[in-house]
């Protein structure tokens, strides 16, 4: 049964009872659910928590609620809380030469456990971060994915649709709910591919033939594959390029086009 954390927003948490989570990072005494669920809320990798009101024991967990099943035993001195909010699963950082693609899909030289690497500005991090779940993608009940890029205030943002997938395939122009750009889903595109092409990846382009002519909603270039164009030939990799407003952008001249601080990929 789904409770509510009450005291809290209600669109903030929802629980469910006489559950526990199985896989948990902390252990912490809280006087009630409510103080328990706020204490996840301020720590950057929670998405859930165990609450035992009998023993004031609070266990913090990163299981997000589309991973619930595969986390979960029955207890029936604990209530397990799930945040409802978005939850990152991915964050990349520009310029440190480590390719984006590779690391979504493998893990190669990422960081689980940098609480530098979670924050969506520009901070000291060294590496890109991804969830310890992004494995286990298969066997969670992921119903929304989406992809946010952040520039100083700026979010520019494609919600798809989650469900069915594996860890590639829901970024497809059909699965998109909702999107920042208001014209992204009305369009006809050379490549709208989380492989891209070579070392453009994370790739939605309109036009392509010929740098002068690319239009571009996104781009995240993770090396040098091409010769001919400009904006391959970037001062450190990956850099992450995305349109301003609210249509397609050209990546050659940079009009309507710029460089975001943060490239991530967020859960429900």
Not at 72 to 81: E, F, G, L
Not at 91 to 114: E, F, H, Q
Not at 115 to 139: A, I, M, N
Not at 197 to 210: H, L, M, T, V
Request: charged share 20%; net charge negative; with cysteine.
């Amino acid at each position: 049964m789904l409770v509510e954390c009450w005291g809290l927003r209600q669109d903030q948490f929802q629980g469910i009872k006489s559950v526990a989570l199985t896989t948990t990072y902390k252990t912490i005494t809280s006087p009630s659910s409510v103080q328990c669920c706020t204490t996840c809320l301020r720590d950057p990798f929670c998405a859930s928590v165990n609450y035992r009101k009998s023993s004031r024991e609070c266990q913090l967990s990163y299981v997000p609620f589309a991973a619930a099943s595969a986390h979960q035993t029955p207890d029936a001195t604990s209530i397990a809380y799930f945040l409802k909010d978005w939850i990152l699963f991915f964050r990349a950082t520009p310029g440190i030469g480590i390719d984006v693609k590779d690391a979504w899909t493998t893990g190669n030289s990422v960081t689980t456990d940098d609480v530098t690497c979670t924050e969506l500005t520009v901070t000291s991090c060294s590496k890109h971060f991804r969830h310890p779940l992004v494995d286990g993608w298969q066997y969670m009940n992921i119903s929304q994915v989406k992809v946010a890029l952040f520039k100083s205030d700026t979010e520019k943002y494609i919600v798809f649709d989650g469900q069915g997938s594996d860890v590639t395939s829901w970024f497809r122009k059909e699965k998109i709910i909702a999107a920042s750009w208001s014209t992204i889903a009305t369009k006809t595109y050379h490549y709208f591919s989380l492989e891209g092409d070579r070392k453009r990846q994370f790739f939605i382009i309109d036009s392509y033939s010929g740098c002068q002519n690319d239009r571009i909603f996104l781009a995240v270039i993770s090396g040098k594959e091409f010769n001919n164009c400009t904006y391959d030939t970037q001062a450190s990799y990956p850099q992450f390029l995305f349109a301003t407003d609210d249509d397609l952008g050209t990546p050659e001249t940079m009009e309507g086009v710029s460089r975001a601080d943060v490239f991530s990929i967020f859960i429900k």
